[in-house]
């Protein structure tokens, strides 16, 4: 079986849309060669945007779960076509400020990070790093206001066909596409269950291990120290450690147009059901009861031990009421038939993967907490302007302290080593040093 996915940005098409009609009037061609009949119809295809329907379910044990649902944000300001969706789920913990503070900032802040006038290509091809600029942001302002709650963010922003994924901590979220096929598009950060993250917390200055109770004996999940935390990321905790970074784990994907569901949950859901378990809790019913029902199974199989969130969101062709029952291979196979590789074009660089069934092209993921490799090594510092340089993280504009040293650390780098990333101001280069534990070691 051979499946094809291509991609056309909505600039590209319009053009050639506009040239082939203005050329077929102009020549009073009465033939149009039947390639480019079906290439225009699936191009249109393409273009046309998917309809969204969604369903949320929540049930409060300590009310720490908040969700955000954001149907009409616009790329380009007052222009209802460029319109994206956001979906969000924030699980506090030891409080709910900085659940609430994630919901009312993160947006804007990931926003605020792209650089305006952006195609739609450009603009989803920087998505992921405003996601990493948006998180680190609010992250930084939250714990400026010297509050010490936490949360996880799972933060979903839907462009077209094209579903772009970032989190921190531990409430997943799930893609159902065609044939009923789930895929994780999110990592857990949690220590028990995530070796890595155990190493990077322990070489940043953090201690990880089991609560001691009852005369010495281990009990409960992996945790770290200072702060007895179970996750490795999240927004806040500025109590806990500079080790628990706010940088998220971020996956782009595009897909076909049979379209999928999302499921997006806090850990009241996964604690009690996997992945294929709420899908199957909930297949084939309207978004609204969906999210109902994969609730009421969870609290079924665990009872209410935590608070217990969900979102329900369909992405289906407009024409179609829910998901199609079989997949539509057919047009796959024409397509890859008439265009063959010449008209594949991926909006990102590299790495395009294409997972076999349902169609999903995986366009972009990355889960390092390196935030310079977030942000882009390659970026060039333009230290030689000699104006102020706007920081890739806060967006603020800095004037440069001196020359070359602005990106470098002086006890970590000589004057011959290159910089690495984009330029960050003091607020956000502190920040940087102190998760990756810099400022523990300059300390000593
Ligand atoms: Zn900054």
Redesign the pocket.
């Known amino acids: 079986m051979s499946l094809f996915v291509f991609y056309y940005s909505n600039q590209d098409v319009g053009t050639k849309i506009k040239m082939s009609q203005a050329g077929i009037s102009r020549m009073k061609a009465p033939l149009v060669p039947l390639g480019t009949l079906i290439g225009l119809e699936i191009r249109k295809e393409t273009v046309e945007k998917p309809l969204i329907k969604y369903g949320n379910a929540a049930l409060a044990k300590k009310g720490e779960d908040y969700f955000l649902v954001k149907l009409d944000c616009e790329r380009v300001p007052g222009d209802p076509s460029s319109s994206f969706s956001v979906f969000a789920i924030f699980d506090g913990h030891n409080g709910i400020s900085a659940a609430i503070f994630a919901k009312e900032n993160l947006l804007n802040n990931v926003v605020n990070a792209i650089p305006n006038g952006c195609t739609r290509d450009k603009w989803l091809q920087a998505l992921p790093r405003a996601l990493v600029a948006g998180f680190v942001k609010t992250d930084i302002e939250f714990q400026q206001k010297g509050e010490t709650s936490g949360t996880t963010v799972t933060f979903v922003v839907i462009d077209g066909w094209t579903i772009t994924v970032a989190s921190v901590g531990d409430s997943r979220c799930i893609l159902e596409t065609q044939g009923g096929v789930v895929s994780l598009l999110t990592v857990d950060h949690r220590l028990e269950e995530n070796v890595e993250e155990r190493e990077r917390v322990t070489a940043s200055g953090g201690e990880v291990g089991r609560l001691n109770v009852f005369g010495g004996n281990e009990v409960g999940p992996l945790r770290c120290w200072p702060g007895g935390l179970c996750l490795s990321r999240s927004i806040g905790d500025t109590d806990v450690g500079e080790f628990i970074v706010p940088i998220p784990h971020v996956k782009q994907v595009k897909l076909s147009s049979a379209g999928g569901r999302l499921i997006i949950a806090s850990d009241g859901i996964w604690d009690a059901l996997s992945s294929e378990q709420a899908s199957k809790a909930c297949r084939g019913l309207p978004a609204e009861l969906a999210a109902k029902l994969v609730v009421k199974e969870a609290l079924r199989s665990r009872g209410l031990k935590d608070d217990t969130t969900c979102l329900v969101v369909d992405i289906t062709p407009s024409d179609y009421p829910a998901l199609p029952p079989t997949p539509r291979r057919k047009q796959n196979k024409l397509t890859s038939l008439i265009f063959g590789k010449k008209l594949h074009k991926s909006i990102n660089q590299s790495n395009n993967k294409l997972s076999a069934v349902g169609a999903v092209e995986e366009l972009f993921e990355e889960g390092s907490a390196m935030l310079a490799e977030r942000l882009g090594k390659d970026t060039p510092v333009d230290a030689n302007s000699g104006g102020p340089l706007r ?1 890739a ?2 967006q ?1 504009d800095e004037q440069p302290s001196d020359d070359l040293s602005i990106n470098s650390d002086p006890l970590f780098s000589s004057a011959t080593q290159p910089l690495e990333g984009p330029f ?2 003091t ?2 280069r502190k920040k940087r040093d102190a998760m990756e534990g810099k400022r523990r070691q300059n300390a000593k």
């Open positions: 920081c993280v806060c603020a960050l101001c607020v956000c």
